[in-house]
């Protein structure tokens, strides 16, 4: 008081005043000691007592040795759950704080072969309370056994021990993984092997797919993943079981169908076909002047349908052109006029013929060909057929006609027998010509001719005439009779043509 310390006292009694006094009161917070003792075998943390102001938190760390375990905790003699840390919170006293430590139960575990590890939550286990096993088996590997104490657990996973009253020696064995790979076949092929197989974790199984004659391999899977369309598969390494399915199709196949110079295809050139099926009819047309010939796969008939395909065909038809075909061109002269040039002619086909000319004889004019051609000369081009006219004439205005008749006895012979054909002349006479007995054999083309003998000598209006024929063939044989002389003098029509059949 009046700066004079009176000590710490709550309560001060001031007597006799007579002046002012002065008094002056001074706080510090409280502050309380935590005293920690550990018994032996374990320790607490921080282990020298220790100084707290109210309120504040102090924590100690209570640690068995190895092999013990925390028996009991005491604070001030109050017992309190043995358990590590301990807390004071909002400290407002002085604390004793006491641990003590007992022996403990071992849990060991080991693995037996290798081939993983095992854990053990708790290997220094206090009577009553409780620890987990856990194995962990390498890639590939599973739990087989667990023996406690020589005692088979089976081959559970996770282990736990509980209510401990003893110590533990517990052994892992772990094993290979084994796997079931099942393969599949669909219609139309095979796969082998073709049951399950048994595989190890890491192994590889190979498989061989097969397809049946005129199929191909569709797809080939593993649990329902495309891994292609080869014949073979190699699955692995192995680390699940799997099932490896192989699809088939049926092979289609192209037929095509060419045509080399010369011709062309009726029908689709180009057509797919499946395996055994068959395509449909193709025809080889040769063009104007060629022919076919044959297949390049040596098939000879044009018309082809492709059976029972069990490959591609690709053929060509192959045409050649056809051998010159030969025709006959035959000219011929009518009454009163000659042809000039070749009356008879041979022509390939195509190729053109000489030109021939019809000439009128005195007293005529030319008026047309026999197929109609109005032009005295004529060269026959582009010759596809036989060709047989005659050039007609007719006489010019004024001039006198003459005709000739023509008859045979009999009409009808069987050979040897020879016939005689006999006419008549009629008209005005024509001087220095001659009486021709023209024929035409069967089977033949071409007229023959030869003179037939006049009955009264000299030629006259009045003349008759007459020709002995043995025929040496059988068939139909045609007459007509004609003039023939010196082509200034004027000639008489022909006769009417005669037929005479011989047996």
Aim: negative net charge.
């Amino acid at each position: 008081m009046n700066g004079v310390s009176v000590g710490p006292l709550s309560f001060y009694a001031i007597s006799n005043v007579f002046t002012n006094q002065s008094i002056t009161a001074t706080f510090a917070i409280d502050t309380y000691s935590i005293s920690p003792a550990a018994g032996s075998h374990g320790t607490i943390s921080p282990s020298a007592t220790q100084t707290v102001s109210y309120g504040d938190t102090s924590a100690f760390s209570i640690t068995p040795d190895p092999g013990y375990f925390i028996a009991s905790i005491t604070d001030n003699g109050r017992l309190l759950v043995p358990t590590s840390p301990v807390v004071f919170s909002s400290v407002s006293s002085s604390h004793a704080l006491v641990a003590t430590f007992a022996s403990a139960y071992t849990v060991t575990a080991l693995v037996a072969g290798g081939k993983g590890s095992v854990a053990v939550s708790n290997p220094n286990v206090e009577p009553g309370g409780a620890t987990t096993i856990t194995p962990t088996p390498s890639a590939g590997y599973h739990v087989v056994s667990i023996t406690d104490n020589g005692i088979s657990e089976g081959g559970g996973s996770p282990l736990v021990l509980g209510h401990v009253d003893a110590s533990h020696l517990v052994a892992i064995t772990f094993a290979l993984d084994i796997f079931t790979i099942s393969p599949l076949a669909g219609p139309n092929g095979t796969i082998s092997p073709s049951s399950p197989q048994t595989a190890s974790y890491g192994d590889f199984l190979a498989f061989r797919i097969t397809p049946d004659p005129g199929y191909h391999i569709a797809s080939v899977s593993v649990d329902g993943s495309p891994v292609g369309a080869g014949s073979s598969h190699t699955l692995g390494p192995v680390s699940s079981d799997a099932d490896i399915l192989a699809t088939f199709a049926v092979n289609s196949y192209t037929l095509s169908y060419g045509a080399s110079a010369g011709g062309l295809i009726v029908g689709s050139p180009s057509q797919t076909a499946e395996y055994e099926s068959s395509g449909s009819a193709v025809t080889a047309v040769a063009y104007r002047g060629f022919h076919f010939v044959v297949w390049s796969d040596g098939v000879t008939a044009a018309t082809r349908t492709d059976v029972s395909v069990t490959g591609d065909v690709s053929v060509t038809a192959d045409f050649a052109p056809d051998p010159p075909v030969i025709y006959h061109l035959t000219y011929a002269a009518g009454v009163g006029g000659a042809i000039s040039g070749a009356g008879s002619q041979t022509v390939a086909s195509g190729q053109s013929g000489t030109p021939v000319s019809a000439v009128a004889g005195v007293g005529y004019h030319f008026v047309s060909w026999s197929d109609g051609l109005a032009s005295a000369a004529r060269t026959d081009s582009n010759v596809v057929a036989d060709l047989d006219v005659s050039a007609s004439f007719a006489l010019d205005a004024g001039v006198p006609v003459t005709t000739l008749t023509i008859s045979a006895n009999p009409t009808s012979v069987r050979l040897p027998k020879a016939f005689v054909l006999s006419g008549a002349l009629m008209g005005v006479p024509t001087n220095g010509l001659r009486v021709v007995v023209n024929v035409k054999k069967p089977g033949s083309g071409r007229w023959s001719y030869s003179s037939a003998r006049l009955t009264y000598g000299a030629l006259s209006a009045s003349s008759s005439w007459w020709y002995r024929y043995t025929p040496k063939l059988r068939g139909t044989y045609s007459f007509y009779v004609g003039f023939a002389g010196d082509s200034t003098h004027l000639a008489a029509p022909d006769s009417a043509t005669l037929k005479v059949t011989v047996k």
